[in-house]
Every structure is written in structure tokens, then in C-alpha cells.
């Protein structure tokens, strides 16, 4: 099987837009978190989020316009705007904006989202409903689709290989990079821009997650303290927003073009729960079974992995996970360290596995696992190092890195450093 | 130029992003002014909007240009 390496970076979070901007901020142990802005939310359980700090583009804010011409953006919903500031990211990362049509036949995109266009079907169908069908916009559909952000940034870049989206929930990012990295894998591409993008932060969308109890409610008068995984009090999870995507490559190829190389997919495990349409089994065998396929994939055992960057949402699943590492690592818990990043960005759903995997990706280039934020108490004894509130550095040279999602459905990447 | 002239002109300018300079008696949406078939489905809904009158499906197909657009609107509002 094709080697496959990851030359390319980009992602737009709440801690700010950009892979090191972001990256330094999740080090210092920064939080995402405030009172939502984008609409007046005060009506609502849950009246905070993580939002991307939008601005001018400096300082690590996050200008629109910067990615997207203010035309173009008007006509499709901000999850696609997301995916098309992270992949520009990635591919100037990468240094990868061929000219070449053999180039160009060769590169694919899978970005994909949990939702998509939410806001967009919330809007329309008021416009529908109080002005009739005349008044919806041509550019409804093609705004709205999951598929979109993978097919405006092939149009953008010419990118004419595999064009393809994962829509698995808070999964997503994590089966688009391990789909992608099979794709090349198996010699259908050679060069794939794989991630995800969420716009969840509207009225329906905190609506709708607090319909189904997944949100945390109780800090409404200090948000930055609500995202707290494996914390005995925490509530449930933070809504997070933004997009990550990577430049997946295959390993000779990266290296006949002299490509930076941050590290290599080893490895990409999949499973379903078959059990519960929001909650995991409670024996988090499906997340087990995900590591193990992974683990199994990349020819290592749980005694290779120095990092893992857990599901851990702030819910009641965070335990049942925790529970599941533990007993795949066995005896080697107590070398390893796992935290979650979802402290500091929220949960960014489809996002969540693709800046996950690249906060893994850096973990291992600058040998240091980032913070589990507000982990003051935690739910359950563990032996596994869970980096309360610092950064943790430490020899990383295999990180895991866990997405589970609505529907029972689970993956695992393994990322591993290349000597 | 008539008031519709410049409210189109307008519509026109906002929705294609171009100069209003661009936008000339003769200037295609299409050919001259960067639209695709959407954004000219987008135009006649903005038409629409903005005299609040009715463009039926094929009489919007032979709006093609800035001068269509003044043209059928001038006699239909």
C-alpha cells in the first residue's frame, strides 16, 4: 500500500484563524468561549459558544473577505466560506496550487460537514413560508450542500481527481482525512485536501442541540469554564464553529517534490455502535473497536502510542471513552497522555475530527500535548495523564486522535512523526 | 437616464460586483458583466423585488442584457 503523508495545514477555530496562531493559543491554555454574538441568543438554554473571532484579518482574526470575495459569499452559507479560508491555508501551506493538468487530474478534495448549510435551510424556509417560492434564491441549493465546500474549492484551484464529502456527524473530519488517505493509498489520487467545516452558531442550531440535551447550560455567567471533559460537573458540550483541513500526499511524491513533511496517516480505524442514535454504548465498545482497527492498521500496539487526542466533549460519553483507552492501552495507560482540545475550541462537530487530527499532527512536530482545560476534578480515577490546564511536553511520536458521532459512528486516525 | 434605468443599473452593480461604468445599454449580463444562469435568476428576482411586479419564466429568458432589462421593466411596471 501507498505511503501517506500530511505537507499541508489550514484551519479557522474560535481560538483564531490559522494553524499557529490557533496552535500557540491552545498551548497557553486560551478559551474560545464566550457569549454568542452572531444573534441574540438570551431566549435560549444555553446562551454561550465558542465563536471564531471575526475581524480584519489581523491578530489571528478571521476577515472573510480575506478568503472569499464578498460576491461569492453572499451566495453560499459561512460553512463553505470556513472550508474555503482552511483550504487556502493548506494548500499555500503545501505549496500545492499545480498548473499542471497531470497535477490537477491528480489531486481530490473530501471536505465534509455534519449539518452543512443549517442557517441557510433555517432562513429559506421563512422566506418560503412568508413570501412564497418566488423568493428563493438560486443560490439556496448550491449554498446549502454538504458537498459544496469540496466542490468550490476544486473549482477554485482546478483540483479535477476524486471530489467526494463525508457527512457522519461529529465523525466527519476524522473518515474525511482516513477516506482521503485511502484514496491515495490505493493510487485514485495522489494529492487530496481532506477536512471539515461546521457553521452551527444559529438560533436552530443551539436550539436543536439543546432539544437534545447534548449542550451545557449551567455557565451562562462564565463560559470559558463550561467546556471542562472528564470534570465531575461538566454539563454537557460547547458548541464550537469553523473549519480544518490537511494536505494529504503520497509519500513519494511529497518527497521528489522536496514537500514538507509533518507526519504520516499509519493508520484508520472505522466502526458503529448499532446501539443508540446520540449516546454511545455504554461500554464504549464502538470507540474501542475504531482505536484497535486503527492501531491494527498501522502495524503498531497501544504500547506505540504516546498521545491521544480524545472524543472528550464535556459529556457524560467522556467517561465511557476514557474508559474504553484504558482498557485498549492496558498496561501502557500510565505512559500516555490524553487530552482534550474540545476545552479550548468547543466542538466544532464535522470540524471537530480534521482540527483534531492537525492539533495531533503539531502535538507530534513540537513534542507537546495541548491542555485539557477547567480539569480541576475529575469524574473517574485514571492512571492516563489527562494534561489538566497546562500543556504537557513529552516525547510524541504516535498520536491517536478519537471522533465519534450521532448514530453510533466512530474513527480513529493514527499520525505518526516521519524520521 | 430614467429613474428605472438607474434603480436597475444599481441592482445590477450590487449583485455582480462590477463597475458601474460596465453596465451599458447593450452590456450582457452574461457575456459582458461575469453573471452565470443563476446570478441572471437572481437578477429578475431582484427585478422582482424591487418594482414589485411579476416576470414570468419566459419573459425573464429574454432578458439578457442591462437595455432587456430597463426595456421590460418600462413597460411592464
Given amino acids: 500500500m501507498r505511503r501517506v503523508v500530511v505537507t499541508g495545514l489550514g484551519m479557522v477555530t474560535p481560538l483564531a484563524c490559522g494553524v499557529e496562531e490557533t496552535w500557540t493559543r491552545i498551548l497557553k491554555g486560551q478559551s474560545g468561549a464566550g457569549t454568542i454574538t452572531q444573534f441574540d441568543a438570551s431566549h435560549l438554554p444555553t446562551t454561550y459558544a ?3 473571532p471575526r475581524g480584519d484579518g489581523s491578530d489571528g482574526t478571521y476577515n472573510p473577505d480575506d478568503w472569499m470575495e464578498p460576491k461569492e459569499q453572499r451566495k453560499v452559507d459561512e460553512f463553505i466560506t470556513f472550508a474555503m479560508a482552511a483550504a487556502e491555508q ?3 501551506d503545501a505549496n500545492w496550487k499545480p498548473e499542471a493538468e497531470a497535477d490537477r487530474l491528480r489531486t481530490g478534495v473530501m471536505i ?3 449539518i452543512g448549510g443549517l442557517q441557510s435551510i433555517a432562513e429559506t424556509a421563512v422566506t418560503l413560508k412568508e413570501r412564497g417560492p418566488r423568493r428563493v434564491s438560486p443560490f439556496f441549493i448550491p449554498g446549502a450542500l454538504i458537498n459544496l465546500c469540496s466542490g468550490q474549492v476544486s473549482i477554485r484551484y482546478g483540483f479535477k481527481g476524486p471530489n467526494h464529502a463525508v457527512v457522519t456527524a461529529c465523525s466527519t473530519g476524522a473518515h474525511a482525512i482516513g477516506d482521503a488517505a485511502r484514496l491515495i493509498m490505493l493510487d485514485d489520487a495522489d494529492v487530496m485536501v481532506a477536512g471539515g467545516s461546521e457553521a452551527p452558531i444559529s438560533e436552530i442550531g443551539i ?4 432539544a437534545c440535551k447534548a449542550l451545557s447550560t ?3 455567567d462564565d463560559p470559558v469554564k463550561a467546556s471542562r471533559p472528564y470534570s465531575a460537573d461538566r454539563d454537557g458540550f460547547v458548541m464550537g464553529e469553523g473549519a480544518g483541513c490537511v494536505v494529504l500526499e503520497e509519500y513519494e511524491h511529497a518527497k521528489a517534490r522536496g514537500a514538507k513533511i509533518y507526519a504520516e496517516v499509519v493508520g484508520y480505524g472505522l ?6 442514535i446520540t449516546a454511545p454504548a455504554e461500554d464504549g465498545n464502538g470507540g474501542y473497536r475504531s482505536m484497535e482497527a486503527a492501531l491494527k492498521r498501522a502495524g503498531l500496539t497501544p504500547a506505540d502510542v504516546d498521545y491521544v487526542n480524545a472524543h472528550g466533549t464535556s459529556t457524560m460519553a467522556d467517561t465511557i471513552e476514557l474508559g474504553a483507552v484504558a482498557r485498549l492501552l492496558g498496561d501502557a495507560a500510565g505512559k500516555v497522555t490524553m ?9 466544532l462537530l464535522g470540524a471537530a475530527g480534521a482540527i483534531e487530527a492537525i492539533f495531533s499532527i503539531l502535538a507530534i512536530r513540537d513534542q507537546v500535548a495541548p491542555p485539557t482545560l477547567n480539569l ?3 469524574a473517574v480515577e485514571t492512571e492516563i495523564d489527562l494534561a489538566p490546564l497546562e500543556a504537557r511536553k513529552r516525547e510524541i511520536n504516535v498520536a491517536l486522535s478519537n471522533s465519534f458521532g450521532f448514530g453510533g459512528t466512530n474513527a480513529s486516525l493514527v499520525l505518526a512523526k516521519v524520521d | 437616464m430614467s429613474d428605472i434605468a438607474d434603480r436597475v443599473k444599481k441592482i445590477v452593480v450590487e449583485h455582480l460586483s462590477v463597475d458601474e461604468a460596465k453596465v451599458t445599454e447593450n452590456a450582457s449580463f452574461i457575456d459582458d458583466l461575469g453573471a452565470d444562469s443563476l446570478d441572471t435568476v437572481e437578477l429578475v428576482m431582484a427585478f422582482e423585488e424591487e418594482f414589485g411586479i411579476e416576470i414570468p419564466d419566459d419573459a425573464a429568458e429574454t432578458i439578457q442584457s442591462f437595455g432587456d432589462a430597463v426595456k421590460f421593466i418600462s413597460e411592464n411596471s
Avoid: L, M, Q, R
Avoid at chain 1, 436550539?207 to 439543546?210: D, E, R, S, V
Avoid at chain 1, 487530552?339 to 466542538?347: D, I, L, P, V, Y
Fill in chain 1, 90 to 92: 493548506a494548500v499555500t
Fill in chain 1, 112 to 114: 465534509g460537514s455534519g
Fill in chain 1, 207 to 210: 436550539a436543536g442541540f439543546n
Fill in chain 1, 50 to 52: 465558542c465563536e471564531i
Fill in chain 1, 339 to 347: 487530552s482534550s482540545t474540545k476545552s479550548a475550541t468547543g466542538h
Fill in chain 1, 271 to 276: 466502526s458503529g455502535d448499532a446501539y443508540h
Fill in chain 1, 376 to 378: 480541576e476534578e475529575p
Fill in chain 1, 218 to 220: 449551567k455557565w451562562n
